[in-house]
């Protein structure tokens, strides 16, 4: 039985996010795996599931949410244990060492990440294209927030258009998110991985620890025509 849990969703379920958790349990479905999707609130235990959801959020919610979650101290622990982490936007940010909300308060993060979110000087809101290795991922981003990755970070991928996180440490490209070994940041929303099923099959892999088989459905046909459509490239150019 493969557990899939979304932690805090009435929380930090603002942009959708929750819906990443209904993609990877369809895929995994389709292929004949067992799945339970757990919604865990604020004052329940964290599970022993091999993938942990967390989604984005307002300023309040996020802090109460970095609030329980340390109190808790048990996501640490899991993604220790080898759970695949993906966090969007706001639980991308509270995963790091702190981030800044409105009014200029700095707030301590979990710290499984190196990274320091600071206030931008404009809200970015938009397409946000991200070359992630020899992939495409495409969603929408809506965030204040510009993040720097400490020195033996790892972005997820090199913005191609739109903000991200920002510049990354002494170079001129944008970036976004983090890769650090099972966790997954990104300010992808979308949900993410309803327009990225590609990386939903990799989360899936990486829990399961085992390849997957293909497996073509309309959302990958979709992907590659959202691709097309905010990359504005060339029909026959672009690989997926």
């Not at 991200?130 to 720097?148: L, Y």
């Not at 258009?161 to 940041?185: E, Q, T």
Request: glycine fraction near 16%; include cysteine; hydrophobic fraction near 40%.
């Amino acid at each position: 039985m493969l557990k899939i849990a979304v932690l805090y969703p009435e929380l930090l379920g603002t942009y959708g996010d929750g819906g990443n958790a209904l993609v990877l349990a369809s895929r995994a479905r389709r292929r004949g795996i067992e799945v339970d999707v757990l919604q865990v609130s604020l004052d329940d235990e964290i599970p022993d599931a091999k993938i942990l959801l967390l989604g984005g959020g307002e300023d309040g919610p996020q802090r109460q949410a970095t609030y329980g979650l340390e109190k808790n101290g048990a996501l640490a622990k899991r993604v220790n244990d080898g759970a695949v982490l993906l966090a969007v936007c706001a639980g991308f940010q509270l995963i790091g060492s702190s981030y800044e909300v409105e009014g200029g308060l700095h707030v301590e993060g979990l710290g499984l990440v190196e990274a320091v979110t600071t206030r931008g000087s404009k809200r970015r809101v938009g397409n946000l294209l991200t070359r992630v290795g020899a992939r495409w991922m495409v969603g929408f981003e809506n965030h204040g927030g510009e993040t720097e990755l400490g020195s033996d970070e790892v972005p997820l991928g090199v913005v191609e258009s739109g903000a991200g996180n920002g510049r990354f440490a002494g170079d001129a490209r944008y970036v976004d998110g983090v890769r650090h070994g099972s966790i997954f940041g990104t300010y992808a929303h979308g949900p993410v991985l309803a327009q990225n099923p590609w990386l939903a099959d990799e989360l899936l892999s990486l829990a399961l620890g085992r390849e997957l088989e293909p497996l073509v459905t309309v959302a990958d046909e979709l992907h590659r025509l959202r691709v097309r459509e905010v990359g504005d490239f060339n029909f026959d150019a672009v690989d997926y």
